[in-house]
């Protein structure tokens, strides 16, 4: 009984909302187009349960083993999965401030079950975020909390980017939108990419998880989050473009993830939403 009502409190917890272009059945523009109609259907239902253990409590610099059992509603494992990006299931890992991200993949082991390893770089509350698609039903996104022990580190506060450009891996990015973000607006998130040395354009990104790059955006308090794939996922730069939604007014982190010479390179983002 007691695991019942826990799962209960997992499939309530995974209720978060989802908008932007982050479905994936359509591809490039068409993405675009079929957003509104798909907006509706991954609204999280009571599909599945998941159940999320790990082989020992997890503990700062050490690498635990998840395990992410996906049963359907009458308790029975989830068979198969479709792909989605090049992946059966993409798992999201936060510290609760939402200063350490992690972005994997965990590997299906049949009768719904999936497993990876999890790297945890200090102690505290990190959030996951499991989003997979069942073979017969629509995008899921569900969460679990989990308490890593051992070394702390001082909590990070997240105050909005005065200056929307980065330097990364001798690359230089700078987000930028076409208006004004605004709560329940759709906006466009354009991703420039220079080399931080010369300033020529980059020209050369690679394809990611089949996309030119791939944004998570996750709200302060963790509760809202968007995964957005772009509106031309075949662009190899300078410029890559996502549209999404902010679903609420407050801070969020913007986390885009793209790939030159064969290495992904994530930029962080902090913006305010009004
Ligand atoms: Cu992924």
């Given at each position: 009984m007691k695991t019942k009502t826990m799962l209960g409190m997992i499939v309530l917890s995974g209720v978060l909302i989802l908008s932007g272009c982050?479905?994936?059945e359509t591809k490039g523009t068409n993405e675009h187009a079929n957003h509104q109609a798909n907006q509706d259907q991954?609204?999280?239902?009571?599909q599945v349960h998941l159940e999320w253990s790990f082989n020992q409590s997890p503990v700062a610099n050490q690498e635990g083993m998840l395990t992410i059992q996906v049963n359907d509603h009458s308790g029975k494992p989830v068979q198969d999965f479709k792909m989605n990006h090049e992946k059966k299931m993409h798992l999201i890992v936060v510290s609760e401030d939402l200063a350490t991200f992690e972005h994997i993949h965990p590997e299906f082991k049949g009768q719904g079950r999936f497993e990876v390893m999890v790297p945890f770089a200090s102690a505290g509350k990190y959030k996951l975020i499991a989003d997979f698609i069942p073979e017969n039903g629509n995008q899921i996104v569900q969460t679990h909390w989990v308490e890593v022990q051992g070394e702390k580190r001082a909590k990070q506060s997240l105050l909005p980017d005065s200056n929307l450009t980065k330097v990364i891996d001798g690359k230089e990015i700078t987000l930028s939108f076409d208006k004004q973000v605004k709560v329940n607006e759709e906006v466009m998130l354009n991703f420039q990419f220079k080399d931080a040395k010369s300033k020529k354009p980059i020209t050369d990104l690679e394809p990611y998880l089949g996309a030119v790059g791939h944004v998570v955006i996750i709200s302060e308090d963790t509760e809202k989050y968007l995964h957005v794939h772009p509106m031309d996922e075949a662009t190899k730069g300078p410029d890559a473009k996502f549209h999404t939604t902010f679903p609420e007014k407050g801070i969020y982190k913007i986390w885009g993830q793209f790939q030159q010479n064969g290495k992904v390179f994530t930029v962080p983002f902090v913006v305010k939403v009004s």
């Amino acid at each position: 009984m007691k695991t019942k009502t826990m799962l209960g409190m997992i499939v309530l917890s995974g209720v978060l909302i989802l908008s932007g272009c982050n479905t994936n059945e359509t591809k490039g523009t068409n993405e675009h187009a079929n957003h509104q109609a798909n907006q509706d259907q991954v609204k999280v239902e009571e599909q599945v349960h998941l159940e999320w253990s790990f082989n020992q409590s997890p503990v700062a610099n050490q690498e635990g083993m998840l395990t992410i059992q996906v049963n359907d509603h009458s308790g029975k494992p989830v068979q198969d999965f479709k792909m989605n990006h090049e992946k059966k299931m993409h798992l999201i890992v936060v510290s609760e401030d939402l200063a350490t991200f992690e972005h994997i993949h965990p590997e299906f082991k049949g009768q719904g079950r999936f497993e990876v390893m999890v790297p945890f770089a200090s102690a505290g509350k990190y959030k996951l975020i499991a989003d997979f698609i069942p073979e017969n039903g629509n995008q899921i996104v569900q969460t679990h909390w989990v308490e890593v022990q051992g070394e702390k580190r001082a909590k990070q506060s997240l105050l909005p980017d005065s200056n929307l450009t980065k330097v990364i891996d001798g690359k230089e990015i700078t987000l930028s939108f076409d208006k004004q973000v605004k709560v329940n607006e759709e906006v466009m998130l354009n991703f420039q990419f220079k080399d931080a040395k010369s300033k020529k354009p980059i020209t050369d990104l690679e394809p990611y998880l089949g996309a030119v790059g791939h944004v998570v955006i996750i709200s302060e308090d963790t509760e809202k989050y968007l995964h957005v794939h772009p509106m031309d996922e075949a662009t190899k730069g300078p410029d890559a473009k996502f549209h999404t939604t902010f679903p609420e007014k407050g801070i969020y982190k913007i986390w885009g993830q793209f790939q030159q010479n064969g290495k992904v390179f994530t930029v962080p983002f902090v913006v305010k939403v009004s």
